[in-house]
């Protein structure tokens, strides 16, 4: 009787765990729902940005969501997110795959995975061009007085904090608008990274990116994923097949211009 209700427990366990695996695969949920969700936070072009007016998102991130939801042969759904939500987000599953041009830090990495790399980068600073003597070196930045803007919840200011704890801190909580306020002379710079400062000094003719080939620090772009390493093999060669093709190259030189 004792071994029938041991054999009888470990069936009803094994089973729970197979119901738990089988929820837990990320690839045969999205292929079961026709739909991949991808979380962006559209404040970060050339990545992803979102048109206020139409809500249309665009971006080199946003080109490949596109281009990964055809190769799974489902229909795409973008997920509004943002920096400071962007781990719970991914932790309540309200998203597959965030794309946005987000950096690999190994403190979130405790909590999720990314994907392969698919872009090099590092933190440079962007301001009015009149400054850009000013702004050379962390030491220069590194002042009482020195205004430096920063976007909330990311890695920019992660960096500003450890790094510059000496200069004048602004956490400004709309990325869109935040190189505006350099311009107006509301703050004197950002450090970001050197692929946004590329990016937003051809938008902006009064910044100027700084060192952008010389970055302060090393860093990569990849995409955050649940912690599914089925999916994660998926998507990885995915984008592996992208880097390689020439698929990648293509939007990058759109977006990025290289």
């Not at 990545?47 to 596109?66: N, T, V």
């Not at 939500?85 to 995975?113: N, P, T, Y």
């Not at 350099?182 to 902006?204: C, F, N, P, S, W």
């Not at 860093?219 to 912690?227: C, D, E, G, V």
Request: hydrophobic share 40%; charged share 25%.
């Amino acid at each position: 009787m004792t071994r029938r209700r041991f054999l009888l427990a470990s069936l009803v366990a094994s089973c729970a765990l197979a119901g738990q695996t089988a929820g837990a695969d990320q690839l045969d949920n999205i292929l079961q729902r026709g739909e991949l969700r991808v979380g962006t936070t559209g404040d970060y072009l050339p990545f992803s940005g979102k048109d206020p007016a139409s809500g249309r998102y665009q971006g080199l991130d946003i080109d490949l969501a596109e281009d990964l939801a055809r190769a799974l042969g489902v229909r795409l759904r973008l997920v509004p997110t943002s920096w400071p939500a962007l781990m719970r987000d991914q932790a309540a599953d309200k998203f597959d795959i965030a794309m946005s041009g987000i950096s690999v830090s190994l403190e979130r990495q405790k909590r999720a995975l990314y994907s392969i790399p698919y872009l090099n980068d590092g933190k440079t600073p962007i301001a009015r061009c009149e400054n850009q003597r000013r702004f050379q070196t962390l030491a220069q930045i590194n002042q009482p007085g020195v205004k430096l803007a920063v976007n909330p919840g990311g890695t920019n200011e992660r960096f500003a904090r450890t790094n510059l704890p000496q200069a004048e801190l602004t956490v400004f909580p709309d990325n869109t608008r935040i190189f505006q306020q350099i311009i107006d002379g509301k703050a004197d710079l950002m450090v970001t990274d050197a692929v946004e400062t590329r990016y937003q000094q051809k938008l902006h003719p009064a910044l100027c990116a700084i060192h952008p080939e010389r970055p302060f620090d090393f860093s990569q772009k990849a995409y955050l994923l649940p912690n599914d390493w089925r999916w994660k093999a998926w998507v990885d060669q995915w984008l592996s097949q992208r880097l390689q093709d020439g698929g990648f190259a293509r939007l990058s030189a759109q977006w990025l211009g290289q």
